[in-house]
């Protein structure tokens, strides 16, 4: 058979539980205030956004780039001066596994 706490024990139970958590949240009120920043930060490169022009990978200088599109079969978007094409996949790049290549 199962007993009961008397309801002294919840009572006090609960009014420990409510003060550890507001000693806690005490605790943490100056770490919160001290983390607000002063000014918002520029995210921008160059006084420019993120935002790039045509939505292709950027090239690095040296070593493999990302996956592009095959030379035989040259990317076009909307807005570039001829109809816009499907993507089609440089299966010769480097970085891609051979099983990548059967698919």
């Known amino acids: 058979m199962k007993t009961e706490k008397p309801k002294v024990h919840r009572l006090l139970g609960s009014k420990i539980s409510a003060l550890l958590a507001a000693s806690f949240l005490a605790a943490l009120a100056p770490f919160t205030m001290a983390a607000a920043p002063s000014a918002i930060p520029d995210l921008s490169a160059g006084g ?27 990317y076009f978007g909307n807005g570039d001066s001829q109809p816009p094409t499907s993507r089609v996949a440089n299966l010769t790049n480097p970085i891609l596994m051979p099983w990548v290549k059967e698919a």
Request: hydrophobic fraction near 35%.
């Open 48 to 74: 420019a956004g993120w935002r790039n022009s045509h939505n292709d990978f950027i090239l690095p200088a040296s070593g493999p780039g990302p996956v592009t599109w095959d030379p035989a079969h040259p």
